[in-house]
């Protein structure tokens, strides 16, 4: 296996950090991570370690206010501008990978992201996987946090190592949740506009929170007749971070083969 890292010019000439990890062999196809709210590229590990000696190349980027890439922690000035950084990033992936499948993977905050550029170009992509997503009804009342909420680790994952390192990561944004974050304007808006994403999609999603009932309406609202929803009975948000997640990627990587 090969790691490398870079940094990219991001939108208003930000600086967006990336790392790549690549298997000694051609890739038989190419995995690109947009991940979650207040974390960062390293934190998805066990998916490197699984699917890089399989044949995948995984690559994965820090958002813009988030790890080690530039900008105010956590805050976007709109919503779209990760999905122009991330097609940025997804041009590095595409001249790396001339005549390789890529897959988009979202994961909580990063599946919204991945549902907008989809929405976008998803002619260049050969497939879409969220977890940990999902949409809102919007009759009901919208997700607002209140003032100085911070992000609780427990609702992560059941793995008391993963909470400890999650928790003493300073890479990881640990303060409060800003009252006006745009992901959750972003996620009303994507209840109408996910009808016309049309590329084959994995929705992904533990059943021990609010995420099963959200991704099962992600995939009913969802425009894509070749869809499969794989709900993970007691697993918490993080599912690729679950004492589970062999299983988990297992089913994934068998939707990808279907896919190649």
């Known amino acids: 296996m090969q ?4 940094r990219f010019q991001g939108l208003d000439d930000f600086n967006i950090y990336y790392q790549v990890w690549t298997p ?6 190419a995995l690109l991570i947009a991940h979650g709210y207040a974390e960062h590229s390293g934190r998805y590990g066990n998916l490197v370690s699984y699917f890089v000696p399989k044949g995948y190349a995984v690559y994965a980027l820090d958002h813009r206010g988030h790890g080690r890439s530039d900008g105010e922690r956590v805050k976007v000035n709109d919503f779209h ?4 950084d991330l097609k940025t990033f997804f041009n590095i992936a595409r001249r790396d990978n001339p005549e390789k499948k890529i897959f988009l993977i979202g994961h909580s905050m990063g599946s ?8 976008e170009y998803q002619k260049e992509l050969a497939g879409l996987v969220t977890s940990g997503g999902g949409l809102s009804d919007p009759k009901e009342p919208p997700m607002r946090p209140q003032p100085g909420v911070k992000l609780s680790s427990t609702m992560l994952s059941r793995d008391p190592a993963v909470i400890k390192a999650y928790d003493d990561d300073p890479l990881v944004y640990h303060g409060p949740i800003p009252t006006e974050l745009a992901m959750f304007s972003t996620a009303a808006r994507l209840f109408d506009t996910v009808t016309q994403i049309k590329l084959p999609v994995i929705i992904m999603a533990g059943n021990g929170g609010p995420d099963g009932a959200r991704s099962r309406l992600l995939c009913e609202r969802i425009g894509a007749k070749d869809k499969t929803l794989k709900l993970y ?3 918490l948000h993080e599912i ?6 062999p299983q988990v990627l297992s089913d994934l990587e068998d939707w990808l083969k279907a896919h190649l």
Request: charged share 30%.
């Open 81 to 84: 501008d990760y999905v122009v």
């Open 233 to 235: 009975e007691g697993l």
């Open 112 to 119: 919204f992201i991945a549902l907008l550029y989809s929405l």
């Open 3 to 6: 790691h490398k890292e870079g």
């Open 240 to 245: 690729f971070n679950e004492p589970e997640y």
């Open 24 to 29: 000694d062999k051609k890739p038989k196809a």
